[in-house]
Nanobody, 123 residues
Framework: QVQLVESGGGLVQAGGSLRLSCAAS????????MGWFRQAPGKEREFVAA????????YSVDSVKGRFTTSRDSAKNTVYLQMNSLNPEDTAVYYC????????????????WGQGTQVTVSS
């Protein structure tokens, strides 16, 4: 099994920044894609951003474009989600996930999940 451990969540003022980290262990991620998802209380889990481990290709949902970027450090088996210009609507539990193949937006296609980390943005 692939294990994913997230860190970097916390409380931040509106307009501030956070960087989430997701460290992977157990198997190589050389042929995998990593995704970021978030879930607010009472809401469905939604796609945020994804990255191809192979070539670094990234894409993200329209609501975070220009504010969030995802990147990877292959030597550390770690992916990052840099979140800038945060607003209260970004408040949620953020999850990283892994799958074989291309990065996709659908939750069900990811086989491995991190434990989640809380991001709270105050106004």
């Amino acid at each position: 099994q692939v294990q994913l451990v997230e860190s970097g969540g916390g409380l931040v003022q509106a307009g501030g920044s956070l960087r989430l980290s997701c460290a992977a262990s157990g198997r190589t991620f050389s042929s995998y894609a990593m995704g970021w998802f978030r879930q607010a209380p009472g809401k469905e889990r939604e796609f945020v951003a994804a990255i191809s481990w192979t070539d670094g290709y990234t894409y993200s949902v329209d609501s975070v474009k220009g504010r969030f970027t995802t990147s990877r450090d292959s030597a550390k088996n770690t992916v990052y989600l840099q979140m800038n210009s945060l607003n209260p609507e970004d408040t949620a539990v953020y999850y990283c996930a892994a799958r074989e193949g291309r990065p996709l937006a659908n939750v069900a296609s990811y086989a491995y999940w991190g434990q989640g980390t809380q991001v709270t943005v105050s106004s």
